[in-house]
């Protein structure tokens, strides 16, 4: 055990009562110490520092077994090996270290050891203060100037390095390299021909004191009309060495003044190191330790006697009282004399951060003490240009400085959302930037609703309408399915031909609302199927009426045609060919919900995806020629008696039927989202409107206004 650490221990004790005797420091808190030496052993290190975290003799990992404790940070090491060990321990487990000695540069590193500090003072320390002064206050614009020899000759080119860092630029920077008591004219000249025509307002002073103290005055009477703000390094701090300086030469100047290092003697720790006594503190075994190898005077344990005399093979002799003093005084000489490494330092640096921590953790307003501590005078701005806003992104001017930069907006689908962004980030997916490009907020949905403004009002109103409409005219079918003008035309097929027209009309709810899986596969499924056997049905009543009027010839073979049978198989017949196509589209490829982010800027747009195109054309490709096939036989046999036969009328309908579809088609192509779905339902409701008006309407007319004309006699008697 040295002298110069047990040096370190007297401070340590010193620094920890005082400040449990400051009543304005950690009022209401007193702190504790638990002190291990390391022997400058990595291994011991190791696990003295796991001892300390787990409450136990023998270390467990990860875990504290002991009574609940308030661990608030560890002082030490000395030595940097060990030091580095203990920082990557503490460092997992968020624990504040102030070392008093260590220099390892490894230990600067913030990402590796966040929560490890020192006392000793960084060479590059003031320029990363100035450095982070200037970017505090967005100064990205100023001029140095170095009044440097010797040992400070490179001070202005570390400045520049950390400023560059912190995206700091640099206007101009001047030297003087002589020793410099006045400002000669030449080098007077050139400053008048730099400082006048910079447009940095923020000029940072580095080298020597001496040499500040003429710069200021020439700065001040010789360029008085130019508004500059001076900032001094520690190095070039005055502060203490003139006292002519009035109060207006301090003006516009800020000062970095260093940190004053503690005094090696202080009258407490001279009190404090000659009141070093065994008796004071019986169980100090480090100063029985100092006393038995300093002195050589036997211990009260024996054991430890026997311990030293086989290590050191010295022979130690009992000390009575005057030679036990005399050894005292000479112990408590080389504790003055030992050099301290600022242990008192960092005691008082680690109780001044938790006296911090406790009196923000009880301000209740910090707004007030926020403005308690403002800046009274207005603060200077320096920058080449403004600052880019959150939205914006920098744009660096080719042949400019860095910190000559434009701004220009984020591109479509990126934000920024901090000040003087070198990137925009790009949003997710599924988000877009808000108006002012600073956050992505989730894009907008579109598909049509069923409460989508008036276009979904319309269609909605037309098909309950139609659906009204068609429900009545079943009901009176019914009622009258009796009558000539009902019997005439196959009631049977009449009335399938109506379910399947209703049917239609309420297809189109299914294109209504948001979209999913199972509403995708049944939308075209089920207007295709059904809308196919009103087809069906019409063509099955134009086959009869042209069988019908070919069996009226004597020894016509058609006769045995006549009959339901015939027309129920046709109906089934072209029906089962729809039917297997759409159970083919749904095994093979079905519909599904898809979601477009690419179309529409902002929007997501949700819609169907047909699955297999094939399949979707084939469906609507058969309608058509169910369609084509009518309107040829209705074609055909529009010459009979208008009687007995729906010809012209089945003609118009699978005229318009095929009018629509085939226009449907292109605009069904062009368009995207919910505009597809409305050329979809407008499809669907004009085809079967065209249907229901056409063939129904005229029966409907002659039941309800012409009851006269709704006589065998008046249909038999009727000629086209």
């Not at 021909?193 to 500040?212: A, E």
């Not at 049509?448 to 109103?461: E, H, M, Y």
């Not at 007995?644 to 085939?662: D, H, P, R």
Request: hydrophobic content about 40%; aromatic content about 10%.
């Amino acid at each position: 055990m040295e002298t110069r650490h047990y040096r370190q221990l007297v401070e340590f004790r010193l620094a920890i009562e005082e400040i449990n005797k400051n009543p304005s420091l950690l009022p209401n808190v007193t702190l504790g110490y638990h002190i291990y030496d390391s022997c400058g052993n990595e291994i011991k290190t190791v696990r003295s520092v796991l001892q300390i975290l787990s409450g136990t003799k023998e270390p467990v990992p990860n875990y504290s077994c002991g009574r609940k404790r308030n661990i608030a940070g560890f002082i030490g090491d000395f030595k940097s090996e060990t030091t580095v060990i203990s920082a990557q321990i503490l460092s997992l487990f968020g624990l504040s270290q102030v070392s008093f000695g260590a220099s390892d540069p490894s230990l600067s590193d913030r990402v590796a050891f966040p929560y490890f500090f020192r006392t000793l003072q960084s060479f590059h320390g003031s320029a990363l203060a100035i450095s982070k002064l200037l970017k505090h206050f967005g100064w990205t614009w100023v001029g140095i100037i170095g009044l440097n020899d010797g040992d400070m000759a490179d001070e202005p080119q570390v400045l520049t390095d950390y400023l560059s860092r912190d995206g700091i630029c640099v206007e101009f920077t001047f030297n003087y390299n002589h020793y410099l008591t006045h400002v000669p004219s030449d080098e007077g000249y050139r400053m008048h021909g730099i400082i006048p025509k910079s447009t940095t307002h923020i000029i940072i002073v580095c080298g020597k004191s001496l040499k500040t103290v003429v710069f200021v005055y020439y700065m001040r009477y010789s360029m008085l009309e130019f508004n500059k703000t001076l900032i001094l390094s520690p190095s070039a701090s005055f502060i203490g060495i003139t006292e002519k300086f009035t109060g207006a030469t301090y003006d516009d100047i800020l000062i970095f003044e260093p940190y004053p290092v503690y005094p090696r003697e202080t009258h407490e720790i001279i009190q404090f190191i000659n009141r070093t006594h065994p008796s004071k503190d019986p169980e100090d075994t480090l100063l029985e330790n100092i006393m038995l190898s300093v002195c050589r005077c036997l211990s009260k344990d024996p054991h430890k006697n026997k311990v030293y005399e086989t290590l050191f093979h010295i022979r130690y002799t009992e000390c009575d009282g005057k030679e036990a003093t005399e050894c005292l005084l000479r112990i408590i000489s080389s504790l003055l004399a030992a050099l301290s490494p600022n242990v008192h330092l960092a005691v008082n640096i680690m109780s001044q951060a938790i006296h911090e921590t406790h009196t923000s953790l009880r301000e209740q307003s910090p707004e007030k003490d926020r403005e308690a501590h403002r800046y009274h005078y207005q603060i200077p701005r320096s920058q080449c240009t403004d600052s880019c806003q959150p939205g914006y992104r920098k744009a660096v001017n080719p042949g400019a400085q860095p910190c000559c930069y434009g701004c220009l907006p984020c591109s479509e689908g990126e934000i920024s959302n901090r000040t003087d962004s070198e990137n925009c980030i790009r949003c997710p997916a599924l988000e877009w930037p808000n108006d002012k490009r600073n956050q992505c907020i989730a894009k907008t949905e579109e598909f049509l609703s069923f409460t989508d403004g008036a276009i979904s009002v319309s269609l909605l109103s037309i098909t309950v309408l139609f659906s009204l409409i068609t429900l009545l005219m079943l009901r009176m079918f019914i009622s009258y399915r009796d009558s000539p003008i009902v019997r005439a035309n196959n009631r049977s097929l009449s009335f399938l031909l109506l379910v399947s027209i209703k049917l239609s009309f309420l297809s189109v709810f299914l294109f209504l609302g948001r979209p999913v899986d199972i509403t995708c596969m049944l939308r075209i499924i089920t207007f295709g199927i059904t809308f196919s056997i009103a087809v069906s049905s019409l063509l099955a009543k134009t086959i009869m009426v042209c069988v019908a009027f070919k069996a009226t010839k004597p020894g016509s073979s058609w006769r045995k045609w006549l009959g339901v049978k015939l027309s129920n198989s046709v109906v089934l017949f072209c029906s089962s060919i729809q039917i297997i196509i759409c159970m083919t589209w749904l095994a093979i490829s079905p519909p599904f919900q898809e979601l477009d982010i690419h179309t529409s800027p902002g929007t997501i747009i949700i819609q169907c995806n047909e699955g297999s195109a094939i399949g979707f054309y084939s469906v609507i490709g058969y309608m058509g020629l169910l369609a084509a096939v009518s309107f040829v036989l209705a074609f055909l046999a529009r010459s009979l008696p208008d009687s007995f036969n729906e010809a012209k009328y089945i003609t118009f309908s699978m005229l318009l039927f095929c009018s629509v579809w085939i226009t449907m088609i292109p605009a069904y192509l062009s368009t995207k989202g919910k505009n597809t779905v409305c050329v979809e339902i407008f499809a669907i409701l004009t085809s079967s409107a065209g249907l229901l008006a056409c063939i129904f309407l005229p029966k409907c007319y002659i039941i309800m206004f012409r009851p006269e004309m709704n006589h065998k006699s008046s249909l038999l008697g009727s000629k086209t």
